[in-house]
């Protein structure tokens, strides 16, 4: 290898060790870079890695080729080819035993002269030495050396004799006569035995890939080819084999000879070495002169009938060891996808390891799962413990847990979800409210939202109410109209009639211990001994904030002089309370007629209680300003509060849109957009995006039995989305559709006997075609006409079908449908079919070996709610 570019060996034996092959041969042993001595031998391969100098052997010079010894005795021993032809075993200054001793620089000596390109040990016998050389014309160029042979004298004629004793040898260590013979008058580049027969040497001969065998080494199979350079074995496919020629690898696969089955992308330089990664199936690296990047290609296999021309899929990667041009490179033999490189210039060692191309797969239930190399890794969302670990859960968790409780089907469980905040549940009862139904158009008004009602408001009265419970006399401006006690009920302030007394609401608030929301709806209301009562009995119930009644004491001392201490330290503290609620009582108390801000934008009170608030204190000049701007911040932040300001409705939809964009929660926009909204909104392709995404989900979550409880109640309550009949039963010889002649049959007459159904209107039994009389196919089990009711099937007695007609329009029961194997075109009625393929995987009928429900790949699947 003087001259030329350097190699890489590792040791088979030892996982740390490996030989560089240059103008002399050095032993490193690698390892991590703490338990390495630092010494002159030591060398940085990596952060992690650093390599020792062991052993240096200068005794073979003109080296070209190396090979190591296989077996574990004795352990270093290399077999060196050199410029002229010889092979000379050599070690690296181990301790050696007999043995070693005895093969330590024997010599194998072919006739003529000429250049060893190639060196390759037998994995089995390790006795065989296979060495390729360059072409001469009386020679062979594949000579096959015995190490355990002997130079016999007197065998030898005298012309050998005359050979040997030009060169200072001791005859007992020099064999000249090769066990096997093989490539006359050709030259041999490469070589590799076989994995699965040892006996089997492939050569890359001139022009030629030629397989050896040694039981008959007269005849042999060889394939007229360029990719001569470089073969080599896949050790995990034995049969695989790869060679190469220029810029241009070959993969052959031994079974099929004639030709590549895969010729990968030329390159543009010449190929240096190509190599099978020993730790990872059907991974190639190759290696093109003057470059610093390793190529890589994985090739995937998919599973494909015998005899099939399909090539495998390849995966192409490229990766950077070092900066500087690669001299060479060498898999580890144990360690995962990992290889050192030497550099072509200055001899410097890398020690890179490829990172492993990620196969990524997310489960629809959350899970994660993905394989890096050997490895199969998987992620799991954890059970969150409390309630600020529940709030961090997944949607798509969240959905499918809803899913699994049949969120949705039960109107109540959707008008009571926390985001809605309460709005559509009192849309849903006022609009279902006797007296409002007698109004006319006043429960379109009420999906229409308070956005809309407010804008037809009309006849408002302005009315001055004093303080109820309080000395002080002052008169408070308060306004009303039939529209804002529409809205006041949409908020769920007051129940129906034409007072408004929310008292009932009160004591709700109070038995759900909302002490804080409840005193300042009473406050609100101009009942100020009525919010002074509910803070002083929150504060003396269990777990009760005692603050409260200084809260308490504070109303109690209420006063409207402007100038007051009460009002200047009420107006300067109130920021200081954490409960917004409190907070908003003072403003209320310490605002200025008709500026009601403080109130108004507190954002963390309910949007409900703010709406009720403005609808009974705004004139009809503030009150569209303040609901449109508060409509505005509701639909730019996604927040479902505002629905009760938009309703169900073209605004509804844009609202709905920012928060399924801010939460991808399309199940709740999917029922609240059916449950409520006229049909022209069902129509917005955004509301039917969210239903075809919740429909595709619970398909994903294999929730079909929910999915087509969904599709049923989309059906009756969004009529035009029910899709028409895609699939009939049509005759073998008239090609009309049985079942839709069935359903256009007249039940009584002298016709319907005729056509083959009983003329009982309890039965329905249609055994032939109704178009041209022919008859339907027998079913493969019972052998009956198809449309013969199964008699063993439960709830096909007369009285359950005759209910059923009436019910339903139904011509027969599942267990009697049609239907077959769309490969064999065999079936029956679906009863039997389902009953045979509980304990067989082949078709029913005689001599037919089709695996009708293995060809279905859903066939084996349990739907995930079928509990």
């Given at each position: 290898?003087?001259?030329?570019?350097?190699?890489?060996?590792?040791?088979?034996?030892?996982?740390?060790?490996?030989?560089?092959?240059?103008?002399?041969?050095?032993?490193?042993?690698?390892?991590?870079?703490?338990?390495?001595?630092?010494?002159?031998?030591?060398?940085?391969?990596?952060?992690?890695?650093?390599?020792?100098?062991?052993?240096?052997?200068?005794?073979?010079?003109?080296?070209?080729?190396?090979?190591?010894?296989?077996?574990?005795?004795?352990?270093?021993?290399?077999?060196?080819?050199?410029?002229?032809?010889?092979?000379?075993?050599?070690?690296?200054?181990?301790?050696?035993?007999?043995?070693?001793?005895?093969?330590?620089?024997?010599?194998?000596?072919?006739?003529?002269?000429?250049?060893?390109?190639?060196?390759?040990?037998?994995?089995?016998?390790?006795?065989?030495?296979?060495?390729?050389?360059?072409?001469?014309?009386?020679?062979?160029?594949?000579?096959?050396?015995?190490?355990?042979?002997?130079?016999?004298?007197?065998?030898?004629?005298?012309?050998?004799?005359?050979?040997?004793?030009?060169?200072?040898?001791?005859?007992?260590?020099?064999?000249?006569?090769?066990?096997?013979?093989?490539?006359?008058?050709?030259?041999?580049?490469?070589?590799?035995?076989?994995?699965?027969?040892?006996?089997?040497?492939?050569?890359?001969?001139?022009?030629?890939?030629?397989?050896?065998?040694?039981?008959?080494?007269?005849?042999?199979?060889?394939?007229?080819?360029?990719?001569?350079?470089?073969?080599?074995?896949?050790?995990?496919?034995?049969?695989?084999?790869?060679?190469?020629?220029?810029?241009?690898?070959?993969?052959?696969?031994?079974?099929?000879?004639?030709?590549?089955?895969?010729?990968?992308?030329?390159?543009?330089?010449?190929?240096?070495?190509?190599?099978?990664?020993?730790?990872?199936?059907?991974?190639?690296?190759?290696?093109?002169?003057?470059?610093?990047?390793?190529?890589?290609?994985?090739?995937?296999?998919?599973?494909?009938?015998?005899?099939?021309?399909?090539?495998?899929?390849?995966?192409?990667?490229?990766?950077?060891?070092?900066?500087?041009?690669?001299?060479?490179?060498?898999?580890?033999?144990?360690?995962?996808?990992?290889?050192?490189?030497?550099?072509?210039?200055?001899?410097?060692?890398?020690?890179?390891?490829?990172?492993?191309?990620?196969?990524?797969?997310?489960?629809?239930?959350?899970?994660?799962?993905?394989?890096?190399?050997?490895?199969?890794?998987?992620?799991?969302?954890?059970?969150?413990?409390?309630?600020?670990?529940?709030?961090?859960?997944?949607?798509?968790?969240?959905?499918?847990?809803?899913?699994?409780?049949?969120?949705?089907?039960?109107?109540?469980?959707?008008?009571?979800?926390?985001?809605?905040?309460?709005?559509?549940?009192?849309?849903?009862?006022?609009?279902?409210?006797?007296?409002?139904?007698?109004?006319?158009?006043?429960?379109?008004?009420?999906?229409?939202?308070?956005?809309?009602?407010?804008?037809?408001?009309?006849?408002?009265?302005?009315?001055?109410?004093?303080?109820?419970?309080?000395?002080?006399?002052?008169?408070?401006?308060?306004?009303?109209?039939?529209?804002?006690?529409?809205?006041?009920?949409?908020?769920?302030?007051?129940?129906?009639?034409?007072?408004?007394?929310?008292?009932t609401f009160l004591r709700s608030l109070e038995q759900e211990r909302e002490w804080e929301r409840a005193a300042a709806i009473a406050l609100f209301n101009l009942d100020i001994r009525r919010a002074i009562q509910i803070l002083s009995k929150g504060a003396v119930t269990e777990k009760g904030d005692l603050n409260l009644n200084v809260v308490a004491m504070a109303l109690s001392g209420y006063t409207d002089e402007k100038s007051s201490l009460w009002r200047e330290m009420c107006?300067?503290?109130?920021?200081?309370?954490?409960?917004?609620?409190?907070?908003?009582?003072?403003?209320?108390?310490?605002?200025e007629p008709g500026a009601y801000d403080g109130v108004l934008y507190e954002s963390k009170v309910a949007v409900r209680d703010r709406v009720a608030f403005a609808c009974m204190f705004l004139s009809d000049a503030q009150l569209p300003r303040y609901i449109d701007k508060l409509t505005a911040e509701m639909k730019e932040a996604g927040n479902l509060e505002g629905i009760l300001l938009t309703g169900l409705t073209k605004d509804g939809v844009d609202l709905m849109e920012s928060?399924?964009?801010?939460?991808?929660?399309?199940?709740?926009?999917?029922?609240?957009?059916?449950?409520?909204?006229?049909?022209?909104?069902?129509?917005?392709?955004?509301?039917?995006?969210?239903?075809?995404?919740?429909?595709?989900?619970?398909?994903?979550?294999?929730?079909?039995?929910?999915?087509?409880?969904?599709?049923?109640?989309?059906?009756?309550?969004?009529?035009?989305?029910?899709?028409?009949?895609?699939?009939?039963?049509?005759?073998?010889?008239?090609?009309?559709?049985?079942?839709?002649?069935?359903?256009?049959?007249?039940?009584?007459?002298?016709?319907?006997?005729?056509?083959?159904?009983?003329?009982?209107?309890?039965?329905?039994?249609?055994?032939?075609?109704?178009?041209?009389?022919?008859?339907?196919?027998?079913?493969?089990?019972?052998?009956?006409?198809?449309?013969?009711?199964?008699?063993?099937?439960?709830?096909?007695?007369?009285?359950?079908?005759?209910?059923?007609?009436?019910?339903?329009?139904?011509?027969?029961?599942?267990?009697?449908?049609?239907?077959?194997?769309?490969?064999c075109r065999h079936g029956g009625h679906a009863g039997h079919m389902l009953s045979w393929f509980r304990d067989h995987t082949e078709c029913p009928v005689s001599a037919c070996a089709c695996k009708c429900m293995q060809l279905d790949t859903t066939g084996n699947l349990v739907p995930a709610d079928s509990s």
């Amino acid at each position: 290898m003087s001259g030329s570019k350097p190699d890489i060996l590792w040791s088979p034996h030892h996982p740390n060790r490996y030989v560089i092959c240059d103008s002399e041969l050095g032993l490193y042993s690698i390892g991590p870079v703490g338990s390495t001595e630092t010494k002159p031998g030591t060398l940085s391969l990596s952060e992690e890695t650093a390599a020792t100098l062991l052993a240096i052997n200068s005794d073979t010079p003109y080296m070209k080729c190396v090979a190591w010894y296989p077996k574990h005795e004795p352990e270093c021993l290399l077999a060196v080819g050199q410029a002229n032809g010889r092979v000379v075993l050599t070690s690296l200054g181990q301790n050696h035993n007999s043995t070693c001793k005895e093969l330590v620089g024997k010599e194998f000596v072919p006739k003529h002269a000429r250049q060893c390109n190639t060196l390759a040990w037998n994995p089995v016998d390790s006795n065989l030495l296979a060495a390729g050389l360059d072409k001469h014309r009386a020679d062979f160029s594949v000579l096959i050396w015995d190490i355990s042979s002997k130079f016999a004298p007197e065998t030898s004629v005298a012309a050998e004799k005359i050979r040997l004793s030009s060169v200072d040898l001791d005859s007992s260590t020099v064999v000249t006569k090769p066990l096997y013979e093989l490539g006359q008058n050709d030259a041999c580049l490469s070589l590799c035995w076989l994995l699965r027969d040892t006996k089997l040497l492939l050569a890359g001969m001139h022009r030629n890939l030629a397989i050896f065998d040694l039981r008959n080494t007269s005849q042999k199979t060889f394939v007229n080819t360029k990719a001569i350079q470089g073969v080599t074995v896949d050790p995990h496919f034995p049969d695989r084999v790869a060679s190469f020629f220029e810029g241009q690898v070959a993969i052959w696969d031994l079974r099929k000879f004639e030709k590549p089955v895969l010729t990968l992308t030329e390159q543009p330089k010449p190929l240096t070495k190509v190599a099978w990664c020993p730790t990872r199936t059907g991974l190639l690296a190759t290696l093109t002169r003057d470059s610093n990047i390793i190529r890589l290609y994985d090739m995937q296999h998919t599973p494909t009938p015998i005899g099939d021309e399909t090539e495998p899929t390849i995966i192409e990667r490229s990766v950077q060891p070092c900066d500087s041009q690669i001299g060479s490179f060498a898999w580890h033999p144990s360690s995962q996808n990992r290889m050192v490189v030497v550099s072509a210039a200055n001899r410097v060692m890398t020690d890179f390891t490829v990172f492993e191309r990620i196969s990524l797969a997310w489960s629809s239930t959350a899970s994660l799962m993905w394989a890096c190399g050997r490895h199969l890794y998987s992620c799991v969302e954890d059970e969150a413990e409390g309630t600020d670990g529940a709030a961090e859960k997944d949607i798509a968790t969240k959905m499918r847990e809803r899913a699994q409780s049949r969120y949705g089907h039960d109107t109540v469980q959707v008008w009571r979800n926390h985001l809605l905040a309460g709005g559509i549940s009192h849309m849903k009862q006022c609009s279902e409210d006797a007296e409002l139904k007698l109004q006319g158009n006043k429960q379109f008004a009420v999906y229409s939202g308070i956005k809309n009602i407010v804008k037809t408001s009309s006849g408002t009265t302005e009315s001055r109410r004093c303080w109820s419970g309080s000395d002080r006399q002052t008169d408070v401006t308060r306004f009303q109209s039939d529209e804002r006690c529409l809205a006041l009920r949409l908020c769920g302030w007051i129940s129906r009639g034409p007072d408004i007394d929310v008292e009932t609401f009160l004591r709700s608030l109070e038995q759900e211990r909302e002490w804080e929301r409840a005193a300042a709806i009473a406050l609100f209301n101009l009942d100020i001994r009525r919010a002074i009562q509910i803070l002083s009995k929150g504060a003396v119930t269990e777990k009760g904030d005692l603050n409260l009644n200084v809260v308490a004491m504070a109303l109690s001392g209420y006063t409207d002089e402007k100038s007051s201490l009460w009002r200047e330290m009420c107006s300067s503290l109130r920021l200081q309370l954490k409960n917004p609620y409190l907070c908003v009582m003072f403003a209320f108390l310490t605002s200025e007629p008709g500026a009601y801000d403080g109130v108004l934008y507190e954002s963390k009170v309910a949007v409900r209680d703010r709406v009720a608030f403005a609808c009974m204190f705004l004139s009809d000049a503030q009150l569209p300003r303040y609901i449109d701007k508060l409509t505005a911040e509701m639909k730019e932040a996604g927040n479902l509060e505002g629905i009760l300001l938009t309703g169900l409705t073209k605004d509804g939809v844009d609202l709905m849109e920012s928060y399924v964009d801010r939460t991808g929660d399309v199940q709740t926009a999917s029922f609240c957009m059916l449950k409520g909204s006229p049909g022209d909104v069902l129509k917005d392709p955004r509301v039917q995006c969210w239903i075809e995404n919740y429909r595709n989900l619970l398909d994903a979550w294999r929730f079909w039995h929910k999915r087509a409880e969904f599709d049923i109640l989309r059906g009756k309550l969004d009529p035009s989305s029910k899709p028409l009949a895609q699939v009939f039963v049509s005759c073998n010889f008239c090609g009309k559709s049985i079942s839709y002649s069935c359903s256009a049959m007249p039940h009584q007459g002298r016709g319907f006997s005729q056509y083959g159904v009983s003329g009982s209107p309890t039965k329905s039994k249609v055994t032939s075609c109704p178009g041209c009389r022919k008859p339907l196919p027998r079913c493969a089990l019972c052998l009956m006409n198809m449309g013969t009711p199964v008699s063993s099937c439960s709830g096909t007695g007369k009285s359950d079908e005759k209910m059923d007609l009436t019910r339903e329009n139904k011509l027969a029961q599942f267990n009697n449908w049609f239907t077959w194997c769309h490969n064999c075109r065999h079936g029956g009625h679906a009863g039997h079919m389902l009953s045979w393929f509980r304990d067989h995987t082949e078709c029913p009928v005689s001599a037919c070996a089709c695996k009708c429900m293995q060809l279905d790949t859903t066939g084996n699947l349990v739907p995930a709610d079928s509990s």
